[in-house]
Structures are given as structure tokens and as C-alpha cells.
């Protein structure tokens, strides 16, 4: 009997926002002056993080890819970063089926790789705001 692989087809491609407005005031209302600490902290993580999602796919290493999946999607959630979180989600899925190494899960991977770039962006643009 064959694991059945993950449905790869349900990538992110949808206009919702990158950030849950609601949660990410929460949590900036919660940390008052620490916010700041944990978005500059989040923004330099999440680029290192993506880089070591990138090298786990090139090592066919699944776990170290649902172990970084599992980590952003904890720090996204904190922040309110939805798509970020379903992308993480289905990486981790992927993980799970052992098929880290495939071309469903690199063009995931550059998902992930391209929506922290435009979370980031927009984390800042909101910073500005208010």
C-alpha cells in the first residue's frame, strides 16, 4: 500500500490578505514597546528560516523541513500571517508524506520564500501607519 502524496495542487493563489489585521493589533496592543523587538526579531528570522527551508528541500531532509515549516507557522500565527500559515501548513504536509525533495514541494517552497518577502513588506508598511 502507497502513502497517497499531498494534494500540492491547493497552493496559496488567492487575494487574502497576507495579515489578519484583528490579531496583529492584539498583539500589538499585548506587547505594547516589546512589539517592535518581536517584528524586528521575526523579520531577520524569517529570511534565515526560509534559506534553511530551501537547503532541507536540496538535502531531501524532511524533517528538518517540518521542523522549520513548524517553527514559521508558530511565529507567522503570532503575527497574524495567514497565507504564510496555510503555505507552512502544506510544507509540513508535504513533510509528513516524505516528498520534501519533488517539484510540488520546491514551488511551495518559493511560495513560502515569496510570501514572507510580502509579509515582511507589508509588517513595515503597517509599522509606518501607525
Known amino acids: 500500500m502507497t502513502t497517497p502524496e499531498p494534494n500540492s495542487s491547493r497552493l496559496i493563489a488567492d487575494n ?5 489585521t484583528e ?9 505594547e514597546e516589546d512589539f ?6 521575526y ?6 528560516r526560509v534559506a534553511q527551508l ?3 528541500q536540496a538535502d531531501n531532509d524532511n524533517q528538518a523541513g ?17 497565507r504564510l500559515n496555510a503555505l507552512c501548513l502544506q ?20 511560495q513560502v520564500a515569496a510570501e514572507v518577502e510580502q509579509s515582511n513588506q507589508d509588517i ?3 509599522l509606518l501607519i501607525k
Request: hydrophobic content about 40%.
Open 66 to 82: 517540518f521542523d522549520v515549516a513548524h517553527t514559521m507557522k508558530g511565529a507567522g500565527l503570532n503575527l497574524g500571517l495567514t
Open 91 to 110: 510544507v509540513e504536509d508535504i513533510c509528513r508524506h516524505q516528498t520534501i525533495a519533488t517539484e510540488a514541494a520546491a514551488e511551495l517552497i518559493s
Open 124 to 126: 513595515q508598511q503597517r
Open 43 to 48: 523579520m531577520a528570522d524569517s529570511q534565515a
Open 16 to 20: 487574502s490578505p497576507s495579515i489578519n
Open 36 to 41: 517592535h523587538d518581536l517584528v524586528v526579531t
Open 54 to 56: 530551501q537547503q532541507a
Open 23 to 31: 490579531q496583529f493589533e492584539e498583539m500589538r496592543d499585548l506587547l
